[in-house]
Antibody
Framework: EVQLVESGGGLVQPGRSLRLSCTASGFTFGDYAMSWVRQAPGKGLEWVGFIRSKAYGGTTEYAASVKGRFTISRDDSKSIAYLQMNSLKTEDTAVYYC????????????WGQGTLVTVSS | EIVLTQSPDFQSVTPKEKVTITCRASQSIGSSLHWYQQKPDQSPKLLIKYASQSFSGVPSRFSGSGSGTDFTLTINSLEAEDAATYYCHQSSSLPSFGQGTKLEIK
């Protein structure tokens, strides 16, 4: 059974940093791209970024709203994807979901339960 | 950036009714259109991939159609458990989502 479990969310002040983790199980993690999607309170879904599998260079793409501030990485030996968030803004407040896939040409076929990030002073 | 526009934003329907939700893309995306269901306080779940392919375990009352710029999600014989918000998503280029359609069961 595919499982994705996010962790690392919490309350953080504007301008500070936070790192989210997504621990995967039930599939060969290194064979898949991984994505992050967020949802502000009461709002719709917003794509944040993705990281391709090593077979496709392990490269990343980001939404314009987070480019230069957020970084996605992966540790295939541990089956974990990370979202490093720097220079956080109040508008980054959201539930952050980890998904399997989600790159250009692919769907987000499995989602984690999400972790809430609140940016507030 | 490809913009996806869903209609309607909200719909109130009765059980056993047939429901149609549309998603229009700002430019042609072929069949790279997917549909998700999100129930309150849950994460989204994939229903339909590549416009018309049902995802594993999804009830047969859910179906999708379309290509290019116009797509449709159809729910035949609506059930109470289908109360949720439905999102379309394109993967033809950098990903984007529609704004969502909230379905209320009367």
């Amino acid at each position: 059974e595919v499982q994705l479990v996010e962790s690392g969310g919490g309350l953080v002040q504007p301008g500070r940093s936070l790192r989210l983790s997504c621990t995967a199980s039930g599939f060969t993690f290194g064979d898949y791209a991984m994505s992050w999607v967020r949802q502000a309170p009461g709002k719709g879904l917003e794509w944040v970024g993705f990281i391709r599998s090593k077979a496709y260079g392990g490269t990343t793409e980001y939404a314009a709203s987070v480019k230069g501030r957020f970084t996605i990485s992966r540790d295939d030996s541990k089956s974990i994807a990370y979202l490093q968030m720097n220079s956080l803004k109040t508008e980054d407040t959201a539930v952050y979901y980890c998904t399997r896939g989600g790159i250009v040409g692919a769907t987000n076929d499995y989602w984690g339960q999400g972790t809430l990030v609140t940016v507030s002073s | 950036e490809i913009v996806l526009t869903q209609s309607p934003d909200f719909q109130s329907v009765t059980p056993k009714e047939k429901v149609t939700i549309t998603c229009r893309a700002s430019q042609s995306i072929g069949s790279s259109l997917h549909w998700y269901q999100q129930k309150p306080d849950q994460s989204p779940k994939l229903l339909i991939k590549y416009a018309s392919q049902s995802f594993s375990g999804v009830p047969s009352r859910f179906s999708g159609s379309g290509s290019g710029t116009d797509f449709t999600l159809t729910i035949n014989s609506l059930e109470a458990e289908d109360a949720a918000t439905y999102y379309c998503h394109q993967s033809s280029s950098l990903p984007s989502f529609g704004q969502g359609t909230k379905l209320e069961i009367k």
